[in-house]
């Protein structure tokens, strides 16, 4: 008896937390033979959405960083140079580059950070998504496999190495913008990830990396994965020891390691990301009604 469309989702939907709405808007688009552009800040389940798509379709997933150095023949392919010296150009001595591996093999083909790709590699990129097929010098046409999906992703609130992107582009997909999910599935993610059972520890966590997102020093925040770094490095420090009862030290020197690098402070304030992050831990350990204040190094 063949699955429902909705049973499919629902096998689909168990190895996410939560993302229902977006998993079943990115199911449907690519079900209809769409391609996706996934715009949000990282860590927000979007690969983790079409790598769980692709494992139930049994499709692969092929995965590319876009970048300055993401030409068109890095994307498409490239001859072999010693057997091109030894054979001359052939279609056998050509080794296919993502794009041509993706449709050939029926995968979705995914572009992270999209807008940091050169204008020529989305001019190829682009004529592959309109004809579904691609024309490579001395091997010929490849047509793409009914299953051959193109997928992006973009960052909106990252602008340092990027273009814009065109309208041209932008014609080309599906959009669908994704957000930072809520504290509990947040809390779900880092539990699942890590392991723990010490719910304070993913709750501490999951509160300190939230408040980098909206602080008022900061102009980008971290993503859950800075939670997760935290309770997987407060869990090791613990067993190492020399924490005694201080809990709350324990995690500010977790949240330092893993959060510092995931955070950006405003160029206009004088303060480093340490500073900054102390300040978040601080309020949130020493900040309520009667709590005492107490200095990062006391």
């Given at each position: 008896?063949?699955?429902?469309?909705?049973?499919?989702?629902?096998?689909?939907?168990?190895?996410?937390?939560?993302?229902?709405?977006?998993?079943?808007?990115?199911?449907?688009?690519?079900?209809?033979?769409?391609?996706?552009?996934?715009?949000?800040?990282?860590?927000?389940?979007?690969?983790?959405?079409?790598?769980?798509?692709?494992?139930?379709?049994g499709v692969p997933f092929v995965l590319v960083e876009g970048n300055a150095e993401l030409t068109p023949a890095r994307l498409v392919g490239h001859h072999n140079p010693a057997r091109v010296l030894r054979e001359d150009y052939s279609a056998d001595n050509f080794v296919p580059g993502p794009l041509v591996s993706a449709m050939q093999d029926g995968g979705f083909l995914y572009i992270e950070e999209l807008n940091r790709a050169p204008e020529d590699t989305l001019n190829v990129l682009l004529a592959a998504m309109a004809e579904r097929e691609v024309v490579v010098?001395?091997?010929?046409?490849?047509?793409?496999?009914?299953?051959?999906?193109?997928?992006?992703?973009?960052?909106?609130?990252?602008?340092?190495?990027?273009?814009?992107?065109?309208?041209?582009?932008?014609?080309?997909?599906?959009?669908?913008?994704?957000?930072?999910?809520?504290?509990?599935?947040?809390?779900?993610?880092?539990?699942?990830?890590?392991?723990?059972?010490?719910?304070?520890?993913?709750?501490?966590?999951?509160?300190?990396?939230?408040?980098?997102?909206?602080?008022?020093?900061?102009?980008?925040?971290?993503?859950?994965?800075?939670?997760?770094?935290?309770?997987?490095?407060?869990?090791?420090?613990?067993?190492?020891?020399?924490?005694?009862?201080?809990?709350?030290?324990?995690?500010?020197?977790?949240?330092?390691?893993?959060?510092?690098?995931?955070?950006?402070?405003?160029?206009?304030?004088?303060?480093?990301?340490?500073?900054?992050?102390?300040?978040?831990?601080?309020?949130?350990?020493?900040?309520?009604?009667?709590?005492?204040?107490?200095?990062?190094?006391?």
């Open positions: 008896m063949p699955v429902s469309a909705a049973a499919r989702r629902d096998e689909i939907a168990a190895g996410i937390v939560g993302r229902r709405r977006e998993l079943d808007l990115v199911l449907a688009a690519v079900s209809a033979g769409r391609d996706v552009l996934l715009e949000g800040p990282p860590g927000t389940s979007k690969s983790t959405i079409l790598r769980a798509i692709t494992a139930n379709w010098p001395r091997v010929g046409t490849i047509t793409a496999r009914p299953t051959f999906r193109v997928l992006a992703s973009m960052n909106p609130f990252d602008d340092v190495g990027t273009a814009r992107i065109s309208d041209s582009v932008y014609d080309r997909w599906c959009r669908l913008a994704i957000g930072y999910q809520d504290e509990a599935e947040e809390r779900a993610i880092v539990r699942a990830r890590t392991g723990s059972t010490d719910e304070a520890l993913v709750a501490d966590a999951v509160a300190i990396t939230r408040a980098t997102r909206g602080h008022p020093e900061l102009r980008r925040g971290s993503s859950v994965r800075g939670a997760i770094d935290l309770v997987a490095i407060a869990t090791e420090l613990a067993a190492l020891g020399g924490y005694a009862d201080d809990r709350p030290r324990l995690v500010l020197d977790a949240a330092l390691l893993a959060l510092s690098a995931r955070i950006a402070v405003d160029e206009t304030l004088d303060a480093t990301p340490e500073e900054v992050i102390t300040r978040i831990w601080e309020d949130h350990f020493f900040s309520h009604p009667g709590a005492r204040r107490r200095a990062a190094t006391g």
